[in-house]
Each structure stands twice: as C-alpha cells, then as structure tokens.
C-alpha cells in the first residue's frame, strides 16, 4: 500500500498518546522504516504488523484499532491531506455513498500503483442501500466499519451500520447495510 496509509497510523497513534508510544510500536513490529513516504508503496505486511503491534502496545484488539483508523482517516487524513480528492465525492453522505464505486478511479489517477477495493452498490433508495466490499486483502472489515463510522461523523448525519453478509462467516465478500 502507499506510505500514506502507514503515515496516517504514525500521525493517529501520536495525535491521540505520543511520539514514545509510536515508536514502541514500530519497535514492536520490528520495522525500520525511518520515515514513510506517501507516495512510495511498502508491503501489505507492513501496515498489517502496525496495527497487530499498535493492538498489542494499546492493549486494544486488532479490529479496535483498525476501527479508529478508519474514523481517523476520513475525519482527519482525507480532508486534511487530500481535501480536494475527498471533497470531490461529494457533498452530502447520500452523494458520497453512491459515488464510493468510482471514489478510488479518481485517487488512481494521480497514484497509479494504487490497488483500490471494490465497492459495488445494490438495492439504492433515499435512506438506505446496500454496500458490497470486495478485497483481495483479508481481514479489513472492521477498517470499512471506521471509514463509514467517519463519513456520518464528517458529514453529521446519523448512520446506521449493518454487518449482513461477512467474508469471515463464509461469504465471499462483505455487505453492509447502511440506512440514515
Ligand atoms: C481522499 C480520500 C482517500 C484516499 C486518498 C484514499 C486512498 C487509499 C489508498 C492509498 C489505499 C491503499 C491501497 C494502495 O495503496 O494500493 C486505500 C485503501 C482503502 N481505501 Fe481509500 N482512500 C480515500 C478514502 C476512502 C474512503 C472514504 C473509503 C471508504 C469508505 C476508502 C476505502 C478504502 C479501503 C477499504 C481500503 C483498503 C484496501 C482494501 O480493502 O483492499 N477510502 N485508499
């Protein structure tokens, strides 16, 4: 994934504890990496072993910590690192919902290494629809819970999230359904 991703965990761990904390961490994982470079990309392996070692320091699980990354990276990552990329999906949480499918084509664009996840739309009505999440990445369902927990939090409207087909129980990929 590109350095950003990494950035965004080293800037949400010492926004919320401290440089000591992120360092313990990092130390934690056994990764040597200096400085991360938003847009160089580094291993999946990586950011998988921050959030395990962020877990571990935190006393937190993994999903706990991948949950606040998420609300981390909309409310914070995006519209301050890259506000006009995320102002661009739109202007109000319906909009931004029902452009989420093409949401990461236009990041491409200017990061053309990116391997973006798929989101696929069904069932759209005026308060509702379905979100299907495909991966090829396991085990982030709890990262796509945070950024949706983000985006009602950023755009003030109450968001309801319901987890009813997961890739963990069996499914081949994850559906929620959001109404607000
Ligand atoms: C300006 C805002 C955003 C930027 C710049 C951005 C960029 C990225 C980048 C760089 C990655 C790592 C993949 C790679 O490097 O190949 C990523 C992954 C991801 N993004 Fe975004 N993103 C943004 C907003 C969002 C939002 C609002 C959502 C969903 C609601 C989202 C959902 C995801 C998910 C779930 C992944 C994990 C990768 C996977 O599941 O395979 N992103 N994004």
């Known amino acids: 994934m590109y350095g950003m991703v990494n950035k965004a965990v080293e800037e949400m761990v010492i926004s919320q504890f401290d440089d000591e904390t992120w360092e313990k961490i990092k130390a934690k994982a056994a990764i040597d990496v200096e400085i991360f470079i938003s847009n160089e990309t580094y291993p999946d392996e990586i950011t998988y072993k921050l959030v395990v070692s962020a877990a571990e320091i935190l006393k937190l699980t993994p999903d706990q910590v991948l949950e606040a990354f998420g609300i981390h990276w909309v409310c914070h990552t995006a519209p301050e690192g890259y506000g006009e990329l995320f102002t661009a999906g739109g202007k109000t949480l319906s909009d931004f919902l029902v452009n989420l499918p093409s949401f990461h084509s236009r990041i491409k664009l200017i990061f053309p290494k990116l391997d973006p ?64």
């Open 117 to 180: 996840p798929i989101f696929i739309i069904t069932e759209p009505a005026d308060n509702s629809l379905s979100l299907h999440y495909y991966s090829p990445r396991p085990g982030l369902t709890s990262f796509v819970i945070g950024l949706l927990k983000g985006l009602g939090i950023y755009y003030k409207t109450q968001l309801d999230i319901v987890l009813v087909n997961s890739s963990e129980a069996g499914s081949d990929h994850d559906e929620f359904l959001l109404t607000w």
